[in-house]
């Protein structure tokens, strides 16, 4: 199994562009969730999927939306982005909505 | 609001060294408390508490939670420079399916 996979590792935006964030797992897991993580704080929840069309939002939503039309696939799009977005961003699944399992990350820069 | 705070943010210690971590929470309708690693990528999970006074225990590493104090600690025993991490505190609710993260404990071991 690849576990959780996330697309692509790295990527600097300019103000205004925009970009989808990939997120594929391989364990069949129901519970799916996007985090950002700033420098010396902990991780925030964007949005998250409890199944396949089932999507809301989480602590810090604004400027990004979600969409899962598969169990295995759960993609972030930003619209327009601004330098508010710069930051890390991790995908997690889950098999009880329990523990997570987190994949490598996107290092997202916004100039 | 739900919370969780770690203690200390920051430590430094010697190889063979003990450390204990703490975290405390405060989350109406507690579900579980769960611990990371998380070394320049992704966090990585280490255990998952639900009941009061069991020790979960991995090699050096082990958790213990205190249900009625709102209280969890993570021991590592003997440390090596590759604990050098920040480990990560979340709470997890009934009502909810985020986990609250602390900000981490950054730990540091020396040779």
């Known amino acids: 199994n690849a576990g959780v996979t996330q697309t692509p590792k790295f990527r600097i935006l300019k103000i205004g562009q925009s970009m989808t964030l990939q997120c594929t797992q391989d364990m069949n897991h129901n519970y799916m969730y996007w985090y950002r993580q700033d420098p010396g704080m902990g991780l925030k929840l964007i949005y998250y999927s409890v199944g396949a069309g089932i999507t809301d939002k989480g602590e810090v939503p604004n400027g990004y939306n979600v969409s899962r039309s598969t169990t295995e696939d759960f993609p972030l799009r930003l619209e327009l982005a601004a330098p508010s977005q710069t930051s890390v961003y991790f995908c997690?699944?889950?098999?009880?909505?329990?523990?997570?399992?987190f994949g490598p990350g996107t290092r997202l820069t916004v100039l | 609001e739900d919370k969780v705070v770690q203690s200390p943010l920051s430590l430094v210690v010697h190889e063979g060294d003990t450390v204990t971590l703490n975290c405390s929470y405060e989350?109406?309708?507690?579900?579980?408390l769960l611990w990371y690693k998380q070394e320049k990528k992704a966090p990585t999970f280490l255990f998952m508490l639900t009941s009061s006074g069991i020790e979960k225990k991995s090699g050096r590493l082990s958790s213990i939670l205190d249900k009625k104090e709102l209280f969890s600690i993570l021991n590592i025993t003997a440390t090596q420079t590759g604990d050098s991490a920040v480990y990560l505190c979340?709470?997890?609710?009934?009502?909810?399916?985020?986990?609250?993260f602390g900000k981490g404990t950054s730990l540091l071991v020396t040779p």
């Open positions: 997690a699944s889950s098999p009880t909505g329990n523990e997570q399992f």
């Open positions: 979340a709470g997890t609710v009934y009502s909810g399916y985020a986990l609250n």
């Open positions: 989350v109406t309708n507690f579900r579980s």
